[in-house]
Structures are given as C-alpha cells and as structure tokens.
C-alpha cells in the first residue's frame, strides 16, 4: 500500500500532506507533553519496530504470505497518538532510506498507513472489545477485526486518491497523467488485495500478538491503574495506557479540530471534478440528455431508455435534506458545498460521540 | 511442539546461509524467508554505506544541497505533463548515477526492477481499460491507453532512482544534520537517528531469535505452527522494544538528557554547491512556467 511517487498528482499531495499536517502536530504536542524526556527514544524503538514487523512475512491459509503493517497493534499497546507519531517516522525511514513508498506521497502514505489506519484500529478494537476482560479470548477476536477492517479502511482511502486523480488530472484530450483508474476501477482493484491476503496478515499479526501478550505481559494491554509493572521499559507501556485512557474523551483534541475544519474548507476541491460521480446518478438524469450522455462516456455503454424500476421507486421514497450537496436557498454553489461538509463532518463526528459515550457508560455499568 | 524436538543430527547446523540440502528442509519456509527478509535489508545499508564513501560528483556535493537539489528533482518527475521531458530526466538520472561512482545495474537491481514489476502490472491494464482510439486497427489497445501506462512507469521509475540516489551516495548521518538545517524540528532529526539505529539492533536481534529457533527444527513445519512461530518471534521483538525503549532512556538521563537535543552541525556550502542548487531548482520552475 505504499503510494510511489508518480502515481498522485503534486496538488493530491499537497492537499494530503496538509490534512496530514495538524494531526502530527497534535501527535507531537501529546506524546512529548506525556511522556517528557521518555518521548523520544520511546518514539525511536517504536518507530524501529514498526519497520521491523514489515519485514516478516507470514505464511497465510492456501499456501500464500503476506507481510502486516502493525498499525493497529501499535495503537492497541500504545493508544493511537504516539501510534500515529512512530508509524509515521517508520514511514519517513522507508520513503528516504529504502525508497519504498515516494517522498511527494509521503503525506499520502501517513495519511493513510499512519493517521487513518492506527485511529480505525484503535476505535474497532475498543468497540468490539467492549468491557471484556484482559484475558479473554473476545479481545483477541477483536483486534484481529480491528487489524482487518483497519488495513481496508487505510486502502480504501488509497483506493479513493488513486480514483480521483483521472477526473481531476488529465491532459487535454483526456489522457490520464497521473493513476489513470477511476473510482470504479481504482477502488475495488486496492479493496480486493486487501479484503484477502493483506487483510488476512493483517488480522493473523494483530490477533496473535494480543493472544501472545495475554500469556507474556497483559499489562501491555490493561486500562491505566489495574495494573503496573515496576521495570523501567514497560512502564513506558503503561504510562502510553494513561493516554489512551485520555484519548477515549474528547478533551484535548481541540487543535484537531483545525485539521477537519481545513479538510472542510478544502472541500470544494471536489467541484473541479467535471460532471457526476460514476454510479451517483439520479433518476431525472436517465431522462435528460446531457445525463444520458455521461452515463454512456462513463460506462462505456448506452444507459437504458427509462431509470431502473428500483431506482425511480426508491428515488421517491427518500429525498436528502441537501441534495447534490447544496440547499436551495443558497445561490453559491462553492459555499454550500463547504457547509454541506460542515454538516456531514459534524454528523459523523455525532455518531462517534454518541458510540464512544455508550462504550464508557457499558463499561462503567460493568 | 513434537515436531520440534532439538536437533541430534551430528553435522551442526552451522548459521549464515541455509543449505538445507540433507536434513530436507523446506527451501523457501517461513523462517528461511524472514531471514532472507532481514538479511536484504542489512545488505541495503552496507553496500548504500560503501558507495557514499566513494568520490563522484554527488558525494563531493554538500548534503543540504543534495536533499534540496535531489527534492526538487523528484518533484519535476511528478509535475511534468509532456513524456519527452520525463525522459530526460530519466536520462540525467542515470547520468548523475555513472557520475556519482553508480553502477547502473546497482539502481537497476535496487530499483527500476522492482518498481518495473509492481507499476508495471498496475499500469498494464490501462493499455485496454483508458477509453480511447485504438492505437493499431484490431488491437485493443488505445492511444491515450499508453501514454498514460509510460507516465505512471516512467514516473514512478524517475522519481524512485532520484531518491535512492541521495541515500546511495549520502551517509545518514549527513542526511539527517541536513534535514537539521533545513529547519526540521531538532526532536524529528533525532528520533530518526536513533530510528536508523535501532532498526540495525532490532533487525539483528530478529535474526538471531529466528535463526536460533531454526536451528533447533529438524523438518519443515505445518503453516499452523509456523504461522505461531512468525507471531511470537513479532510478540518476543515488541515486548524487547519496549524493554529497550526503557533502557535507552535511563542511559540518556544517566548522561545529562533533560528533554533537549544538540546536534552538531559543521556543513560549508562552496560555490558549486550553489551552482547545483541552481541547476536542480532550475528544473521544475522551467516545467511549471512552459506549463503555465
């Protein structure tokens, strides 16, 4: 899943590197503020064996192997900031020392590999986890989901860079310059490798080494205050547990909030993509002509008379609040396309409050 | 674990390459392949060593200049948007490399093979799946088809043998006090020092724990258990990592660490340097003003 350069168009990167940007700030700011002067070989080591995992290649069910990345039992041990702060050093070691994943997609990478998927992990392992106790075989189950579903969350988001640099970048008579797939190509061609072997590595490393430190050091895995271990190098691991303990609230991530609000403010980006996205037509584009006419350029094929059946019946059933992304009432198409993503951002963000306040409660009922 | 009993066998099985030849060891299983694994890295870093310390043009050129110089050139490979400029500096690149003391089979073998492979099946079936005129009547292959399968290889192999050829004639050391005087933070710099040295350690210390296991198996073993074997030798390398991790920082409050890094930065920038700064920055400002 390493991105070389080449494949991302430099305006993909930039953009990518500054989402990428304030997470690593905020990432610095919390590891160094914890951990004080264990920061920074604590960050090193990590950083090492993060590129160290990489090298192991584990032989899967029907004969095949594959290598893991680790993102999601870097951010089980040590919670998802300092995760996000050591994978992404890793990252930085691979793209420059070993020219493996490209210094313009360097932001790309961490975006992916070392924000996005540590963050997923660290969430699905919680949830499904839920109040179940350090030894039981439910956490194991659980962080291998996490690993799985983490490493196709993080290739999704590869699959969606690689999808829209053909719509955004071509040459004049169309020609791709960049990763010349588009979504409906780019996507499931990133989900396919991943949903089974990557995935499947993935979910062996993460649910084996939390089955192995249930038997060699369950510290490791314990809330903060259940328990601690007196030896100088796991009490590192410990005082990590305090921050993921921290992280579970929503305190203190108030800088983040810079980052979403300048993905927010970057989405507009989405309007120089011409037309509509392959697959999201409506059922009054089958009638139109100029929607006739971009469905055939798109599919390769000429779209039927009339809409589907199913389509014309479900279209009327549901109405969104805000279709196409922009309310009526406002005559801007760029501003109401931001405050459409203002709204989607904060609903999803909702949801997970909503998620992470239940888990706390189900955990204190227990 | 009755599969795994020490071994009686009289011939020691001596450590370095497996010879698996006679006790019928499984050529290629899991063990053999993580050592391979580890052993290619380890290999990277001495013969990368080995060519920095050669004289060529590249070596003898100040380290600040060549991340700048080598950044800006990666950079062009991925703004161009005309195929004949990507050549060339495809072509420069191999010209800086044979200046630079670079065998081309070096950055051959390191990396136009390896990237060849993996962008060259990604680029493959855009041949037929960019719509477009077809190129030759009766085949299905498009124009625009191959012009952009040449511009995802050919950048992916450009951009790829511009930054190995920074490592390859580049001590890290000087890499990173050049990162330090590009104004990256002091603690990044120095994280990814002891980074660079404890992969060395860890990797070591991987090998020896998977060559020492190794050596106490008499026959191949079923996946299952080789699967477990792979697993716990990770488990066994995060728990020492952490343990290390604990050590390293007792030993630098024990010399005076209180939270800040010195390092020690001693580059002089000759007026060469400035002449191939100027050269490399001429590069992309010269393709975004002819796209512009």
């Given at each position: 899943m390493h991105i070389p350069d080449g494949y991302l168009s430099p305006q993909t990167c930039a953009v990518t590197y500054a989402a990428a940007l304030p997470f690593w700030y905020v990432a610095s700011r919390r590891v160094s503020a914890l951990m004080q002067t264990r920061a920074v070989p604590l960050i090193a080591v990590v950083s090492a064996f993060c590129f160290v995992v990489m090298m192991f290649n584990l032989p899967l069910p029907g004969g095949t192997s594959g290598h893991a990345v680790g993102m999601t039992i870097a951010a089980i041990v040590l919670g998802p900031w300092p995760a996000v702060a050591a994978i992404s050093i890793a990252l930085l070691v691979q793209a420059v020392f070993f020219g493996d994943g490209g210094l313009t997609a360097y932001g790309a990478n961490c975006l992916n590999m070392g924000i996005v998927g540590p963050f997923a992990g660290w969430a699905l392992y919680h949830l499904f986890a839920g109040s179940s106790g350090v030894a039981s075989r439910r956490r194991v189950v659980a962080a291998a989901l996490a690993g799985y579903l983490s490493i196709n969350v993080a290739a999704l988001c590869a699959g969606v860079e690689f999808g829209v640099q053909p719509m955004l970048f071509h040459a004049a008579d169309g020609t791709p310059l960049y990763a010349p797939y588009p979504l409906s190509v780019a996507v499931p061609a990133m989900l396919i490798g991943h949903l089974t072997f990557a995935g499947l590595a993935e979910a062996v490393i993460t649910g084996g080494l939390v089955a192995y430190l249930q038997r060699a050091d369950p510290t490791l895995l314990t809330s903060p205050g259940r328990g601690s271990r007196t030896e100088a190098g796991t009490e590192a691991g410990t005082e990590f547990g305090k921050d993921t303990a921290a992280g579970?609230?929503?305190?203190?991530?108030?800088?983040?909030w810079a980052g979403v609000g300048a993905l927010m403010v970057l989405s507009p980006l989405g309007l120089l993509a011409a037309g509509t996205a392959w697959g999201e037509w409506r059922a009054a584009d089958f009638a139109s002509r100029a929607g006739r006419d971009a469905m055939a350029a798109a599919s390769g094929a000429a779209p039927p008379q009339a809409p589907p059946a199913g389509l014309a019946r479900l279209s009327e059933i549901w109405t969104a609040p805000m279709p196409d992304y922009a309310p009526a009432f406002l005559h801007s198409e760029i501003f109401g396309y931001i405050l459409s993503a203002m709204v989607g951002g904060g609903l999803i963000v909702l949801v997970f409050a909503g998620l992470s306040a239940l888990a706390a409660r189900r955990r204190i009922d227990a | 674990m009755s599969d795994t009993v020490p071994s009686p066998s009289p011939a020691p099985a001596g450590y370095g390459a497996c010879d698996c030849g006679p006790t019928g060891r499984r050529k290629g299983g899991a063990l053999d392949r993580v050592l391979r694994g580890l052993g290619a890295v380890a290999e990277h870093a001495r013969s990368a060593e080995q060519m920095a310390s050669r004289r060529g043009l590249l070596q003898g050129l100040d380290p600040r200049i060549k991340v700048a110089g080598l950044g800006a050139l990666v950079l062009s490979a991925t703004l161009t948007h005309r195929l004949e400029i990507l050549g060339a500096l495809f072509v420069l690149a191999c010209a800086l490399a044979l200046a630079s003391r670079i065998p081309l089979w070096r950055l051959a073998r390191q990396v136009w093979i390896g990237v060849g492979l993996f962008s060259g099946a990604l680029a493959l079936p855009a041949l037929f799946l960019v719509p477009g005129a077809p190129l030759v009547a009766g085949l299905p292959v498009s124009g625009p088809g191959l012009v952009s399968a040449a511009f995802l290889l050919g950048r992916a192999e450009t951009a790829a043998s511009f930054a190995v050829l920074l490592v390859l004639t580049t001590p890290w050391p000087h890499v990173l006090k050049a990162l330090r005087s590009l104004r990256v933070p002091v603690a990044l710099v120095a994280i990814l020092g002891m980074t660079h040295r404890y992969i060395f350690l860890l990797l070591e210390s991987a090998a020896e724990m998977v060559e020492a296991r190794r050596a106490r198996l008499l026959g191949p073993l079923p996946p299952k258990a080789e699967r477990r074997l792979v697993v716990g030798a990770v488990g066994a390398l995060l728990l020492r990592s952490l343990d290390l991790a604990g050590e390293v920082h007792l030993a630098m409050v024990a010399r005076g660490y209180r939270g800040e890094v010195r390092l020690i930065d001693e580059f002089r920038i000759r007026p060469r340097d400035w002449l191939a700064l100027a050269c490399a920055l001429a590069v992309p400002v010269a393709i975004l003003w002819g796209q512009a």
């Amino acid at each position: 899943m390493h991105i070389p350069d080449g494949y991302l168009s430099p305006q993909t990167c930039a953009v990518t590197y500054a989402a990428a940007l304030p997470f690593w700030y905020v990432a610095s700011r919390r590891v160094s503020a914890l951990m004080q002067t264990r920061a920074v070989p604590l960050i090193a080591v990590v950083s090492a064996f993060c590129f160290v995992v990489m090298m192991f290649n584990l032989p899967l069910p029907g004969g095949t192997s594959g290598h893991a990345v680790g993102m999601t039992i870097a951010a089980i041990v040590l919670g998802p900031w300092p995760a996000v702060a050591a994978i992404s050093i890793a990252l930085l070691v691979q793209a420059v020392f070993f020219g493996d994943g490209g210094l313009t997609a360097y932001g790309a990478n961490c975006l992916n590999m070392g924000i996005v998927g540590p963050f997923a992990g660290w969430a699905l392992y919680h949830l499904f986890a839920g109040s179940s106790g350090v030894a039981s075989r439910r956490r194991v189950v659980a962080a291998a989901l996490a690993g799985y579903l983490s490493i196709n969350v993080a290739a999704l988001c590869a699959g969606v860079e690689f999808g829209v640099q053909p719509m955004l970048f071509h040459a004049a008579d169309g020609t791709p310059l960049y990763a010349p797939y588009p979504l409906s190509v780019a996507v499931p061609a990133m989900l396919i490798g991943h949903l089974t072997f990557a995935g499947l590595a993935e979910a062996v490393i993460t649910g084996g080494l939390v089955a192995y430190l249930q038997r060699a050091d369950p510290t490791l895995l314990t809330s903060p205050g259940r328990g601690s271990r007196t030896e100088a190098g796991t009490e590192a691991g410990t005082e990590f547990g305090k921050d993921t303990a921290a992280g579970a609230g929503w305190r203190g991530t108030r800088r983040l909030w810079a980052g979403v609000g300048a993905l927010m403010v970057l989405s507009p980006l989405g309007l120089l993509a011409a037309g509509t996205a392959w697959g999201e037509w409506r059922a009054a584009d089958f009638a139109s002509r100029a929607g006739r006419d971009a469905m055939a350029a798109a599919s390769g094929a000429a779209p039927p008379q009339a809409p589907p059946a199913g389509l014309a019946r479900l279209s009327e059933i549901w109405t969104a609040p805000m279709p196409d992304y922009a309310p009526a009432f406002l005559h801007s198409e760029i501003f109401g396309y931001i405050l459409s993503a203002m709204v989607g951002g904060g609903l999803i963000v909702l949801v997970f409050a909503g998620l992470s306040a239940l888990a706390a409660r189900r955990r204190i009922d227990a | 674990m009755s599969d795994t009993v020490p071994s009686p066998s009289p011939a020691p099985a001596g450590y370095g390459a497996c010879d698996c030849g006679p006790t019928g060891r499984r050529k290629g299983g899991a063990l053999d392949r993580v050592l391979r694994g580890l052993g290619a890295v380890a290999e990277h870093a001495r013969s990368a060593e080995q060519m920095a310390s050669r004289r060529g043009l590249l070596q003898g050129l100040d380290p600040r200049i060549k991340v700048a110089g080598l950044g800006a050139l990666v950079l062009s490979a991925t703004l161009t948007h005309r195929l004949e400029i990507l050549g060339a500096l495809f072509v420069l690149a191999c010209a800086l490399a044979l200046a630079s003391r670079i065998p081309l089979w070096r950055l051959a073998r390191q990396v136009w093979i390896g990237v060849g492979l993996f962008s060259g099946a990604l680029a493959l079936p855009a041949l037929f799946l960019v719509p477009g005129a077809p190129l030759v009547a009766g085949l299905p292959v498009s124009g625009p088809g191959l012009v952009s399968a040449a511009f995802l290889l050919g950048r992916a192999e450009t951009a790829a043998s511009f930054a190995v050829l920074l490592v390859l004639t580049t001590p890290w050391p000087h890499v990173l006090k050049a990162l330090r005087s590009l104004r990256v933070p002091v603690a990044l710099v120095a994280i990814l020092g002891m980074t660079h040295r404890y992969i060395f350690l860890l990797l070591e210390s991987a090998a020896e724990m998977v060559e020492a296991r190794r050596a106490r198996l008499l026959g191949p073993l079923p996946p299952k258990a080789e699967r477990r074997l792979v697993v716990g030798a990770v488990g066994a390398l995060l728990l020492r990592s952490l343990d290390l991790a604990g050590e390293v920082h007792l030993a630098m409050v024990a010399r005076g660490y209180r939270g800040e890094v010195r390092l020690i930065d001693e580059f002089r920038i000759r007026p060469r340097d400035w002449l191939a700064l100027a050269c490399a920055l001429a590069v992309p400002v010269a393709i975004l003003w002819g796209q512009a």
